[in-house]
């Protein structure tokens, strides 16, 4: 079954670049979009950007200038990097599979806490 | 604040039935059919309970039914359940410059 599995550091001081990894079984990412998502403690979702299979990418205006997708197919993983993190990028950030309007399979989630 | 406005609680005793609000615009919720309805137990990843205003994955129980009217689309569940208790969040298609929108947000307390 299809499965993803987010990782990386978990703390990031303020000013650096967070970068996180999804690691995907059960279906190749050549096929389908993908996203990720994040949730800051105690509040709701954000999108935050989509990949597709051929490497096209497509980001939330209020992240744009900081966002980084990118994927890799011979591991079958796609990776987000954020740059210039402040104490608000501290969330849950979340990996998924992404289908005509919808996400049907989310990764368990992975902590990124900013600070010094 | 969020795109899209959902209530920030709402509450059933077990057996009842209780309906979530999603209010967006025209540009979002009233303008295309994708929205999605996610459900989140505490300290766990989202899962699908509705894509397609009313389509439900596999597995999910009809129970669960989506609508949509206007700008507004709508979560009813049905034969409430303890398990049901968590926090529900709307999406939708929002055009190409900003594909997903989501809701704030709405706890569902089974009484």
């Known amino acids: 079954q299809v499965q993803l599995q987010e990782s990386g550091p978990g703390l990031v001081k303020p000013a650096e670049t967070l970068s996180l990894t999804c690691t995907v079984s059960?279906?190749?990412?050549?096929?389908?979009?993908w996203s990720w998502i994040r949730q800051p403690p105690g509040k709701g979702l954000e999108w935050i950007g989509y990949i597709s299979y051929s490497g096209s990418t497509n980001y939330n205006p209020s992240l744009k200038s900081r966002v980084t997708m990118s994927l890799d197919t011979s591991r079958n993983h796609f990776s987000l990097r954020l740059t210039s993190v402040t104490a608000a990028d501290t969330a849950v950030y979340y990996c998924?599979?992404?289908?005509?309007?919808?996400?049907?399979?989310w990764g368990q989630g992975a902590l990124v806490t900013v600070s010094s | 604040q969020s795109a899209l406005t959902q209530p920030p609680s709402a509450s059933g005793s077990p057996g009842q039935s209780v309906t979530i609000s999603c209010t967006g615009t025209?540009?979002?919720?009233?303008?295309?059919?994708?929205v999605s309805w996610y459900q989140q137990h505490p300290g766990k990843a989202p899962k699908v309970m509705i894509y397609?205003?009313?389509q439900r994955p596999s597995g999910v129980p009809d129970r669960f039914s989506g609508s949509k009217s206007g700008n507004t689309a709508s979560l009813t569940v049905s034969g409430l359940q303890a398990d049901d208790e968590a926090d529900y969040y709307c999406s939708s298609y929002a055009g190409s410059n900003n594909p997903v929108v989501f809701g704030g947000g709405t706890k569902l307390t089974v009484l």
């Open positions: 397609e205003v009313r």
């Open positions: 059960g279906v190749s990412i050549r096929s389908y979009f």
């Open positions: 998924a599979r992404s289908v005509p309007g919808t996400m049907d399979y």
């Open positions: 025209s540009s979002d919720v009233g303008g295309y059919n994708y």
